[in-house]
């Protein structure tokens, strides 16, 4: 049997644009992704529906896989012949063992490669407003385990040269022992008051830092309640972040918005929020497989003139002729009149040579509503006299969206649930329910925001409860608001 390609791939520090195109590439190829826990989960989005996942998450103290059992994962669905994905958070060469796992391949003989990311170190520094060298405060840096192999945890390093020889020093997973981190550097020749750092999720909207000095950044730390993950600077260089600092304390700092759609309508919505500070989550979270089967052909043969065929979307006028391709069936033969639902519907009709009219399903005495389930749910709220509908297209959920979806909230990327239009809400409750997801955890952990009161009356139809918001006021306001769940009346 042929063996298969194994690819590490640094997933980078937690802003989901800094993956590499290479990497996502990769990705979106795998049969097999092996993730840990530093990694955003939102990639996970970015995988097939078929592509098995595995979580190898490790946590202090609590290790999901042991790293033997993660070299044989990856070893065992290699020799099977499938591309895998090993996705570390960062880049997998620093601090991420991948030295360990590419040998293992090498003595069997398993084809890798291996796609580098943007580490913590680097990103993080930069994301505070700090840049790791500069020409007058730092000629040289290095990057530091911040724990070891002693008996007590403690980094095992040579303090001396470390102290007298490195003008920036940026320490990983050090946390736990900063202030055995600060004492020795102090000790070995550091000054006191030398400039220090740590940052908390870097690159996330939930980004902190903390500013201090040796003698002072421990107890700063204690205070602020940092834990991991976070990076520890040290150097003269994290002066600048007075005069450099670019990403924090934006009005939307801290806060991760899940949008349960991806359309071009919220294309400068979302670019609003992001410009504004906020991690946004953007995404389909149904899939759309075809139905069409004996009962959907048998329902197009028997149109009549009588009635009247109306496109819900660009998507149902493509499935619908492939239905009639597949089947035998000429378009020429259906007398029914033809409406588009919109303009953008019409055009694509009359790009294929089919003249019809924009639809005012109120003025129409029969129609046929012609799209996906989804979509059709919406219009009935809106038409609930109307009584033929042909379902072209129906909706599954993918175990990576299901995956994706609770560990963004589990892991508390995201606080605010965005809704822009019924649709949405529709697709959100069918998620729901087909996921198996308890509503109480999205409704207990999220702010559900919305626009439009039809959008709310479905929310809260399902028992997800909402509130409005007065008309005129400013969203960023809604969403920067944590003790309040919110609608936005269109």
Same mark, same amino acid.
């Given at each position: ?6 690819? /590490? ?12 195109? $290479? ?13 840990? &826990?530093?990694?955003?989960? +939102? ?21 999901t896989l042991r790293q033997e059992d993660i070299q044989k994962e ?7 012949? $499938? ?11 620093? +601090? ?44 040289? +840096? ?12 403690? *980094? ?22 900063? &202030? ?41 730390? $204690? ?87 109306? /496109? ?7 499935? +619908? ?45 029969? *129609? ?36 994706? /979806? ?24 069918? /998620?729901?329910?087909?996921s198996g997801i308890e509503k109480d955890s999205v409704i207990n ?19 997800? *409860? ?25």
């Open positions: 049997m042929k063996s298969g390609m194994v690819y /590490f791939v640094g997933a980078g520090p937690g802003d989901i644009d800094l993956i590499t195109v $290479k990497g996502k590439q990769a990705l979106q190829e795998a049969d097999v992704v092996i993730f840990d &826990r530093l990694i955003n989960p +939102f990639l996970l989005t970015a995988v097939r529906d078929d592509a098995k996942l595995i979580y190898c998450g490790k946590q202090p103290c609590k290790h990856i070893l065992i669905h290699a020799r099977k012949g $499938k591309t895998v994905v090993r996705l570390k958070g960062g880049d997998p060469a620093v +601090f991420g063992r991948v030295g360990e796992e590419v040998e293992l391949l090498a003595e069997h003989r398993i084809a890798y490669e291996i796609i580098p990311g943007i580490t913590a170190g680097i990103a993080a520094t930069m994301y505070s407003g700090v840049p790791i060298t500069h020409r007058k405060h730092s000629n040289s +840096f290095a990057v530091v385990t911040g724990h070891g192999s002693k008996d007590d945890g403690t *980094p095992n390093v040579e303090w001396g040269p470390l102290a007298k020889g490195v003008e920036t020093i940026v320490f990983y997973m050090g946390v736990k022992h900063l &202030r055995t981190i600060t004492t020795e550097l102090i000790k070995n020749g550091k000054e006191k008051d030398t400039a220090a750092l740590v940052v908390q999720w870097g690159t996330y909207s939930k980004q902190r830092t903390v500013e201090g000095s040796l003698a002072t950044i421990a107890n700063k730390v $204690k205070q602020a309640n940092i834990t991991n993950p976070a990076i520890i600077v040290v150097g003269d260089v994290a002066k600048l972040r007075s005069k450099l600092a670019w990403f924090d304390n934006k009005q939307l700092s801290g806060r991760g918005v899940l949008i349960p759609s991806k359309t071009e309508m919220n294309q400068q919505l979302v670019k609003s929020l992001k410009v504004n500070g906020a991690d946004v989550y953007e995404h389909n979270l149904l899939t759309q497989v075809e139905n069409i089967g004996s009962e959907q052909v048998n329902q197009i043969t028997q149109l009549s003139k009588e009635q009247q065929l109306v /496109f819900l979307s660009t998507q149902s006028v493509y499935t +619908f002729l492939r239905a009639l391709g597949e089947n035998d069936l000429d378009l020429r033969k259906i007398e029914s009149p033809i409406y588009a639902i919109d303009n953008a519907v019409k055009a694509t009709l009359q790009m294929l040579g089919i003249q019809s009219s924009l639809a005012s399903i109120c003025e129409l005495q029969s *129609p046929v509503l012609i799209g996906g389930d989804v979509e059709i749910e919406s219009m009935r709220l809106e038409y609930p006299k109307w009584k033929e509908e042909l379902v072209l297209t129906k909706h599954k959920v993918s175990q990576k969206d299901i995956e994706a /979806f609770n560990r963004l909230i589990e892991e508390q990327h995201v606080n605010t649930l965005l809704v822009t239009s019924s649709k949405e809400a529709i697709q959100l409750v069918t /998620f729901l329910k087909l952990t999220l702010n559900v925001v919305c626009r439009g009161i039809e959008t709310s009356l479905i929310l809260e139809a399902a028992k997800i *409860p909402v509130k409005r918001f007065r008309e005129g006021e400013n969203i960023m306001t809604v969403i920067r608001e944590e003790e309040t769940v919110l609608a936005v009346e269109s």
